[in-house]
């Protein structure tokens, strides 16, 4: 199979697109090989062409959606201020929204599988990076920082998503996090002009 020829990419992104809209529906336990078939109006063998099982497919999607956070993440981190740590969260997810409803539904599958445990080491990985280079780091500890702020972006990215559609509750979660982002900063300021006098 000629993974370059447009049949192959439009069937790829057939089998794709019928499987999220599945997983939008129901359990990744609910779904069959048959029923993403059916669905997507491809005989069993032209689903084997492309995945193994439910699960390599399932692996690629992630993986795809995962690597995009990934690169988006790591452009912001490289150009924010240390001030606006948490307006990265909401500025990618914003930019996520679009396709809230396939991300909410990948985020929900647990274990090995899905989608939550590759954005929580991304974003343990590239904060922890980040707070390793930036003034903060003197106040707290990059492990305690990398971690909270972790947790943090997963309770919003999960919010931010299913409430895209909603202003006013989008309204309370920038509001939140620039209350949040305005006290560390202030108690980080106290504290290094306390050791300065010291």
């Keep these: 199979m000629n993974k370059s020829d447009k049949r192959v990419l439009k069937t790829d992104y057939l089998i794709k ?10 359990e990744i336990d609910q779904i069959t090989i048959k029923s ?3 669905k997507a109006l491809i005989s069993k063998s032209t689903f084997y062409d492309h995945y193994t099982d439910k699960y390599t497919l399932l692996d690629t999607l992630v993986s795809e959606y995962a690597q995009n956070f990934k690169s988006e993440i790591h ?11 948490l307006q990265v969260i909401e500025d990618i997810t914003n930019a996520m929204s679009s396709e809230s409803q396939n991300i909410s539904s990948l985020l929900k599958i647990k274990g090995q599988h899905g989608l939550n445990i590759r954005l929580r080491t991304i974003l343990r990985n590239e904060s922890f990076s980040y707070f390793s280079n930036h003034w903060i780091n003197n106040s707290f500890s990059k492990v305690f920082l990398s971690e909270l702020y972790t947790e943090i972006s997963l309770g919003s990215i999960s919010f931010i998503l299913t409430n895209h559609n909603n202003p006013k509750m ?3 979660h920038a509001d939140f996090v ?6 560390l900063i202030t108690k980080i300021n106290s504290k290094n002009t306390e050791e300065n006098q010291l």
Excluded: G, M
């Design 75 to 85: 452009s912001r981190f490289k150009s924010v201020s240390e001030d606006r740590t």
């Design 36 to 38: 993403i078939c059916d």
């Design 178 to 183: 620039e209350i949040i982002q305005e006290a």
């Design 170 to 172: 989008l309204k309370q």
């Design 17 to 26: 697109k019928t499987f999220l809209a599945l997983l939008n529906q129901k």
